[in-house]
């Protein structure tokens, strides 16, 4: 059974729709789907119906941007406050993450629009022109619009070389033209999902421009504020990246993820389908999922 618990649509920065989204899945041999958009739901109807096209079982998802004050540095790096991003699988009570996520939505629309305020002063460039191409590229929804949809847009004006240097200069955390989303906190986050009946997942722990000290650091107060899982690192990882998280999952009683984080072709390199494989001694977050019991 091939599986991949983490993509993005058109609903948040994804370049691909629902259910073209689906459709790629199952070209690539997926079997268990889930569509973790950015802070909504708007795309799981569409994409359960394509799903029961194709054959392929979709588990109830969202990516949820939480912020998390992370301790255990020294001097001046004592704490540092990240955006971390928890995904929720399996989650049943729809109608209650919803309300709770609509705020975070709003929050999504005014930071895009501030981001690109900011760049049309850094850059001397009309600010109109600029946010009209965003709106553009994250299908005319000021609430889908992310950092990845802004920095496609300067590639393609020929503002930045590549589509990473548009973060690495200007919209990575505390970049010129980086603007802080409101966000729940992280031990608030993990409390939603669960209170929704789904599984909370620490994603990606390794892309958050962390030290290994704090990546492990990271991951062990995950699981003391009750999370349950972790999402493995993508293949293209150092194989020393993997056995630390391996590590730090076994150490904190935490149970594996596995997703490609697939956004589409702004983000070419994350394929459906290419996940990393458990361990021997590891358990899958999907094995108690209602979907598959």
């Not at 691909?16 to 079997?31: F, I, K, L, S």
Request: glycine share 8%; hydrophobic share 40%; charged share 25%.
């Amino acid at each position: 059974m091939k599986i991949d618990l983490h993509c993005h649509s058109t609903c948040s920065d994804g370049t691909y729709a629902p259910t073209e989204v689906v459709q790629r899945a199952q070209a690539a041999g997926v079997n268990v789907l889930a569509l973790t958009d950015h802070d909504t739901l708007a795309g799981i109807d569409e994409a359960r119906a394509a799903a029961d096209t194709y054959g392929i079982t979709l588990v109830n998802g969202v990516e949820i941007s939480c912020e998390h004050t992370l301790s255990g540095g020294y001097g001046k790096n004592k704490s540092t406050n990240k955006i971390i991003h928890v995904v929720g699988l399996d989650f049943t009570d729809r109608d209650k993450m919803h309300a709770a996520l609509q705020q975070l939505q709003d929050s999504r629309a005014n930071r895009g629009q501030r981001i690109t305020e900011k760049l049309s002063e850094l850059l001397e460039i009309d600010y109109e022109g600029l946010w009209q191409a965003v709106l553009d590229k994250a299908g005319n929804n000021p609430q889908a619009v992310g950092r990845a949809h802004i920095g496609q847009v300067l590639f393609e004006r020929g503002h930045v070389k590549t589509v990473q240097k548009a973060f690495d200069i200007y919209l990575a955390d505390n970049k010129p033209a980086y603007v802080a989303i409101d966000a729940l906190s992280m031990a608030d986050g993990i409390k939603l999902i669960q209170d929704c009946g789904g599984k909370a997942v620490l994603a990606h722990p390794t892309r958050y421009h962390l030290s290994a000290t704090r990546v492990r650091k990271l991951i062990e107060e995950f699981a003391q504020l009750g999370g349950d899982a972790c999402e493995l690192p993508a293949n293209s990882e150092p194989i020393s990246t993997r056995r630390m998280v391996d590590r730090s999952i076994a150490e904190h009683s935490l149970v594996a993820s596995i997703g490609s984080d697939f956004h589409g072709s702004n983000m070419p390199w994350r394929r459906l389908g290419d996940v990393p494989s458990l361990n021997a001694e590891q358990k899958g977050v999907w094995q108690n999922f209602a979907e598959l019991i």
